[in-house]
């Protein structure tokens, strides 16, 4: 199989798998096992921070390997594995411990897909098939949660387990058709990029650069104001008992994803034109909007304008981000373990909103934990006006003097 033909096939087939159950978990264990909120919170922040933890280790990894396609195999077969886990076994404990299984596949399964995608395209190429690869990433979300809704009416919450174990073997297998003579590792790495005879950089140096910080800290404050949001609405509609959890869940993931097909597909077409920064700050502006929407949703039918929002933030962030690393690292040999670093953001911001929220909608209600998450990607919007964004012809090295800046 032609590999760039591969890309967007695996990225569609990959959207039910990387995450695990996603935000499927939480309806599930409320539903299911009848956990409270402060439980569900606890799990999925184990998970979270989990992958926190792993997201910089499983960076390197494929830096250091150079065969992202290998390792994006056996990060799907441990997400399968830790998934499965938890349809025989009730115990807390357990759950823990597949979660852990679950989140340390995503933390390797992000960074090699990724390395994938600049493997086969190298630099020039990659912010528009990042946005291709996000498009079909979020069709396949569509898909999959189309294909939940339609088994749960027959197996229950469960179903999300085994669309998601369906998807994975179709991943496998493509991975496996996959032509292996397109997938460079050099040019995944960018070392011919750098001059002949200079050493690869260290990961210590690329840490140093003040611009991947401030990015990664952008990225950490959209999850703190984004990430519980939805996992928090399915357990509202539980609570109240105003409708299915699963069902409502399926419809918003829907509704998010439909959304983010276009944005993605919109943004990894303007992005050279744009620039970063601007979109950084839409993309945060609007998970701020969409906390203050949630905070006045009365009925279950406001579920479906907060997902429209958050299918328009997410969806520019998605692409924006992982261009801006790149942008930052790319001829470093460092690539993916920067990578690492923002999932590691991700993972972190999403542990530490799932903890928290779930504590305070325990405790001070949903309503009001969604006014406090706006916090947080509201002070987003002010880092990212610190980024200023100077974007480079395309073919030119980023390294030290990357596309990204920070402003004095």
């Known amino acids: 199989m032609d590999a760039r033909l591969a890309l967007p096939v695996v990225n569609f087939l990959m959207a039910d798998v990387g995450g695990g159950l996603g935000a499927f978990l939480s309806t599930w264990l409320a539903e299911v096992r009848h956990w409270t909120p ?63 299984i679950v989140a340390a596949g995503g933390a390797l399964g992000a960074p090699s897909l990724s390395g994938l995608t600049l493997a086969v395209v190298g630099k020039e190429r990659f912010p528009r098939q990042q946005g291709t690869n996000d498009a079909a990433n979020h069709a396949g979300n569509v898909a999959a949660a189309l294909a939940i809704a339609g088994l749960a009416w027959m197996v229950g919450p469960s179903a999300a387990v085994y669309v998601l174990v369906l998807m994975a073997a179709a ?24 001059q002949r005879g200079e050493k690869r950089g260290l990961t ?18 959209f999850q ?53 920064r601007p979109l950084l700050v839409s993309a945060c502006a609007i998970a701020t909007l969409r906390c203050a929407l949630a905070v006045f949703a009365g009925s279950n039918w406001w579920l479906i304008p907060i997902e429209i929002l958050d299918g328009l933030g997410a969806g520019i962030f998605s692409v924006a981000v992982p261009v801006a690393v ?73 390294g030290k003097a990357a596309v990204i800046k920070a402003a004095a």
């Open 204 to 221: 210590r140096s690329v840490l140093k650069d003040r611009r991947l910080w401030m990015l990664m800290a952008v990225v950490g404050l």
């Open 326 to 398: 790149a942008d930052i690292t790319y001829g470093t040999g460092r690539t993916q373990t920067a990578m690492g670093g923002t999932g590691m953001m991700l993972a972190g911001g999403a542990a530490l909103a799932s903890f928290a929220g779930g504590q305070a909608a325990q405790h001070l209600g949903y309503y009001a934990t969604f006014g406090i998450m706006g916090v947080f990607p509201a002070a987003a919007i002010l880092l990212s006006f610190a980024l200023n964004v100077t974007d480079a012809p395309s073919g030119q090295p980023s």
């Open 38 to 100: 402060g439980q569900i919170g606890t799990i999925i922040a184990v998970g979270s921070l989990m992958g926190a933890l792993c997201a910089a280790p499983a960076g390197s990894i494929v830096d250091r390997l150079g065969r992202p396609r290998l390792l994006l195999g056996i990060a799907c077969g441990m997400i399968v594995i830790g998934t499965l886990l938890l349809l025989p076994f009730q115990a807390f404990l357990v759950v823990v411990a597949a979660q852990v």
């Open 171 to 194: 991943t496998l297998v493509t991975l496996f058709l996959m032509d292996p003579k397109a997938i460079d590792g050099e040019r995944m790495r960018g070392r011919k990029r750098r």
């Open 224 to 276: 703190l104001g984004s990430s519980a949001m939805l996992p928090l609405l399915g357990q509202r509609v539980v609570a109240e008992g105003s409708g299915s959890g699963t069902t409502w869940m399926s419809a918003c993931v829907i509704v998010a994803q439909l959304t983010m097909v276009p944005v993605a597909l919109a943004t990894g077409r303007l992005i050279d034109k744009v620039g970063r």
